[in-house]
């Protein structure tokens, strides 16, 4: 049966975000899923409910990492401005994901079930006070690797200031170079490297990478 991720998410602080950017917060989990099938898988899906939790299935396993983090990334650099101009603390989510067989397909995912569900629903229900991600996969020696560098990745992301959101969002969402993102934020190549090495973002790609590896190995996927 073939290996799917699953991500089960809700809104930080939801009940915090005042009655007038609601509407703005749901779109911009809608614009970031749009922005993920335009450039990475084009069969994602989306289900919002109860206001501020989602599910996401993700046909492609190699990619679930990836989109886990740029579902993130995608709230933080949408996050409004206040009254006064100052940016509120970013919008963000956490986020579980779930590697595995899927089962049971329903017309709504809420009702869907498998193996990346559980998975996915499981390590959300774990998930501590102040954690914001976690990745649960069919392998347990594989889950130990992954629950070390998912919570050095979590602090990293959870750190980022809007800016460094932002260029980390396009950088991992386009695959472009740094001359051509730059161009496109309107930042001096300089000013782009700077916030890049700021988060670390070498190393996220490094966990990126590993992530796939191991995908790769234990699925045979291509």
Request: include cysteine; proline fraction near 2%; charged fraction near 25%.
């Amino acid at each position: 049966m073939q290996v799917q991720g699953v991500i089960t998410g809700d809104i930080v602080d939801s009940t915090k975000v005042e009655s007038n950017k609601r509407t703005e917060l749901l779109s911009a989990i809608k614009d970031m899923t749009a922005d993920i099938n335009q450039y990475i898988d084009n069969s994602v899906k989306i289900e919002i409910y109860r206001g501020d939790s989602f599910q996401i299935i993700i046909p492609n396993p190699l990619e679930a990492l990836r989109i886990a983090i740029l579902t993130r990334l995608g709230l933080q650099c949408r996050t409004p401005d206040t009254k006064n101009k100052k940016r509120q603390e970013n919008w963000d989510a956490r986020i579980s994901l779930g590697i595995g067989s899927i089962s049971f397909n329903s017309s709504t995912i809420v009702e869907s079930d498998g193996e990346a569900f559980r998975n996915s629903g499981r390590e959300f229900d774990l998930l501590g006070k102040n954690e914001r991600m976690a990745v649960s996969t069919p392998w347990i020696e594989i889950n130990e690797e992954l629950k070390v560098s998912t919570k050095f990745a979590d602090i990293l992301i959870s750190n980022w200031s809007y800016s460094q959101a932002e260029v980390v969002y396009h950088y991992l969402l386009e695959r472009i170079t740094q001359k051509e993102l730059a161009k496109k934020l309107g930042l001096s190549p300089q000013a782009l490297n700077k916030r890049l090495v700021g988060a670390k973002v070498d190393a996220i790609e490094l966990y990126l990478t590993r992530f796939e590896q191991i995908i790769k190995e234990r699925h045979g996927a291509e």
